[in-house]
């Protein structure tokens, strides 16, 4: 909020980022823009408070939502947490009762940037088009990169369904998650294919 004063000041275009987690997933469809928040946590409540605080300071700001993202460049998310572990042989457990949007971060990085240069501003919703589960995500992952997906099982046998899938009724500018997955395994070289060993920095 006090960068935020400082750029409306100054007359700064501002930039930032926030969560799918300021929406609880309840609604029982993907979220717009226009939907008002309910966070469930602490993590999306002071989201959702960053965010009006951000707007309120600089109603030229763009308030970017976006969701469980993954890189070719950091080791520590689910993709390569994930491959690194089938790729050693072991059994991987992901939760099946949460929908989510995963981002690949190229993307997402040239789509704000583009809606930086148009002069956008408010809220959008940028993840690559698509939804899916934890496991869903997972067994995607391991398909696409010809590792065993029967060796992904479910995390959360029972477990009450929620879905905070990023929709946008502000404009589709994100490329597919199948699309974004084949360049995330083309452009992390095989990172994630380590010797049996080595730790995760290896």
Known sequence: AVLAAACAGRGLPLLTFSSDLVFSGSLGRP???????????????????????????????????????????????????????????????????????PTYVPDLAHAALDLMIDGASGIWHLANRGQVSWHGFAVMLAEAAGLDADAVNVADHGAPAAMTVLASERGIIMPTLEHGIDRYLHDSQDRWRMVVGQGLGG
Do not use: C
Request: proline share 4%; aromatic share 12%.
């Open 31 to 101: 979220y717009a823009e226009s939907d008002t928040v309910d966070p469930s946590g602490v993590y999306g409540r002071s989201k959702a408070q960053a965010e009006q605080r951000i707007l309120e300071a600089h109603s030229g700001a763009l308030v970017i939502r976006t969701s469980a993202f993954f890189g070719p460049w950091d080791i520590y998310n689910f993709a390569y947490s994930t491959l690194h572990g089938l790729a050693r042989g072991q059994r991987m457990k992901a939760p099946a009762a949460v929908a989510i949007s």
